[in-house]
């Protein structure tokens, strides 16, 4: 390998809008990385995701297929 052509890859603080921080490593020379998100606020991880039905596209496919059983489904 060439010597001299890979960036810097140094550890980095990385804050989030919530107040968490973590260390990761990265290429940015500044070593502190501000994100608006991450996965101790992000709905996602959170679980408090919401599902946006637009125009009954849900209601229609339970209609159409039935709403799935999840406790029928544990037990088989």
Not at 47 to 65: C, N, P, T
């Amino acid at each position: 390998m060439k010597s001299g052509i890979h960036p810097n890859y140094a550890e980095t603080t990385v804050v989030c809008g919530c107040g968490n921080s973590f260390t990761t490593r990265s290429t940015k020379d500044s070593g502190h990385i501000v994100v608006e998100v991450c996965s101790q606020c992000h709905p996602f991880y959170t679980g408090k995701q919401k599902i946006l039905d637009s125009g009954g596209r849900v209601a229609r496919f339970e209609k159409r297929y039935g709403k799935r059983n999840t406790k029928a489904a544990a037990e088989n």
